[in-house]
C-alpha cells in the first residue's frame, strides 16, 4: 500500500494583479485502493491542487508538504513524479502535432519501466483498452489530441491511465462535456483500473453525476481554498440536494 500525504498545503499564482493565494492550508491523506472525491464551487482551488501535485510550475508552494511514501514530492521534477507513479488526467488535455497516439503510449510506457514493451502483449493491451473504451482502431494513427472531440480527449486519457498503470491518478473534472454515454464508458475505464492494479483515485468534479459511476470512499468539499467538510458517499448525495450555498454564506454553520 502506498500513500499520498499532503499536509497544510498553501499555494499561490502570480496574476496581473499580482501573488493570489489559491490553497489556504490544504490537509488530505490518500491510500492505494481508495476514491476520493474533491467537490467544490468554481474558483475554490479544485484544480490548482491537482496540478500543484502534478508540479505545474505556475503554481508555487508558499508553505506546507506533499510526500509520496515519505519522500518529498515538491522536491521532484515533473517526470520524476510520473515515474513515482502520480497521473494527471487534465481537463483540458493539450494537442501534440506530429505524435501518433500509439507512439505517445509506447514512448510513456518504456520511460515509466526504463524499457520498452514486449510489442506482442503491449499490442495486446492497448487494443483491449482501446476496445474497452469502445475507440476505433483507427484512432491509434491519429496525433494526440489533435482534432478530438471533447469525449474523445477524455477517452484518450483514460486509455493512458489503463495502459500506463500509476499508483494515483488525479482525474480533473473529467466528466465536463461528456454526455451520458461517455461518461459511462470514461468511468468503467477508471473503475477497471483501479480494480486491476489498487489505483489511488482523486476525483475532482463540480457535480455528483460521475459519482453514480465512480463511487468514492470520501469526500471532500474545497471552498475558498481549504476543505471546510469531510464526509462520505453521502456528503455527495446531499451536495446534489443542497448545493454549495450553505458553505458560501458566512453566517451559517460549518460542520466539522
Known sequence: MSVLEIRDLHVSVETEAGTTPILNGIDLTMKTGETHAIMGPNGSGKSTLAYTIAGHPKYTVTGGTITFDGEDVLEMSVDERARAGLFLAMQYPVEIPGVTVTNFLRTAKTALDGEAPSIRSWTKDVKTAMSNLRMDPKFAQRNVNEGFSGGEKKRHEILQLEVLKPQFAILDETDSGLDVDALKIVS?????????????????????????????????????????????????DRLEEEGYDRFLDPSAPIEA
Open 188 to 236: 468503467e475505464g477508471v473503475n477497471r483500473a483501479k480494480e486491476a492494479t489498487g489505483l489511488g483515485v482523486l476525483l475532482i468534479t463540480h457535480y455528483t453525476r460521475i459519482l453514480r459511476y465512480i463511487r468514492p470512499d470520501h469526500v471532500h468539499v474545497v471552498v475558498a481554498g481549504k476543505i471546510v467538510e469531510e464526509g462520505g458517499p453521502e456528503l455527495a
